[in-house]
């Protein structure tokens, strides 16, 4: 039986426990993430599990892939910890600001690099964006079959993959050849903790650093240029509200009060 190669596509975003303190840049229209920690999207820790329980039953190596700024290397560092093999990181200026469609050209132009694989697995939706288109159109890139919202994975034999996919009124079970995309929901398992053997050999691990060059990818293709996706105008709404203090006995105090609710509309009556 030839050796399994499972690749898992990871995303850094901002930790949800800090999600108050984001921002948005009024004139790149993007996200303000700085001073906000960063964490492996939960859902794709879900997708890292899935491959490394592969590979403790039928064998292979896994390798993560991340469209991320330079210092994301931490987060794949902690992937290595939970036990992946390998990480690739694709990072360059001009992938910033990139939609899903622009993520996925630069997720499906590094695996194309990398080469030969039987699985592409990656968490089914982001904490920050919950699209869950890129999955989907990573596999178009790709000129794979794709399935998202998965499960459970389990290998029949060299060449197929049987797969539990939920939808609305119950189960799908998908049975398919590799190499094919993933995308797994938080229910197929519940990632490990790294341990302090996993944090001390995942620093002996390599990660492969690619840019734009590297990946022989049109700038034009990749960032706020190659999305279709634009933001619209901004407006931030005022919070602040009027007070205005109602004097008198409590049956005048009661007129006076519905008398105003209804000069602004809220009471009909």
């Not at 995303?11 to 108050?20: F, G, N, R």
């Amino acid at each position: 039986m030839k050796e399994r190669r499972i690749l898992v596509c990871i995303k850094p975003v901002p930790d949800p426990e800090h999600y108050d303190k984001i921002g948005i840049d009024p004139a790149s229209k993007t996200l303000v993430r700085s001073g906000i920690p960063a964490v492996i999207n939960p859902n794709d820790k879900n997708a890292i599990e899935a491959a490394l329980e592969i590979r403790e039953y039928w064998g292979g190596i896994v390798e993560l892939v991340s469209m991320a700024p330079p210092d994301a290397e931490e987060k794949l560092r902690e992937g290595l910890a939970m036990g992946a093999d390998k990480a690739y990181l694709l990072s360059d200026r001009s992938f910033a600001g990139s939609d899903t469609l622009a993520t996925a050209r630069v997720l499906a132009a590094g695996i194309a690099k990398i080469g030969s694989f039987d699985l592409v697995i990656t968490g089914s939706e982001s904490a920050d964006g919950g699209t869950t288109n890129v999955s989907p159109q990573l596999g178009e890139m790709l000129g794979l079959p794709h399935v998202c919202n998965v499960e459970s994975i389990t290998p029949q034999n060299e060449e197929q993959w049987q797969l539990n996919v939920k939808i609305e009124e119950g189960y799908l079970k998908v049975e398919g050849p590799t190499p094919m995309v993933v995308g797994v929901n938080d229910k197929i398992n519940t990632p490990r903790y790294t341990t302090v053997m996993g944090i001390m050999e995942a620093e002996d691990k390599e990660v492969v650093i690619w840019s734009a060059a590297d990946l022989e990818i049109d700038n034009d293709k990749v960032g706020l240029t190659g999305s279709p996706t634009q933001p619209g105008d901004l407006h931030e709404p005022k919070l602040q509200r009027a007070g205005k203090l109602l004097e008198g006995e409590p049956e005048v105090v009661v007129d006076k009060l519905i008398r105003l609710l209804r000069q602004a509309g809220v009471l009909n009556a």
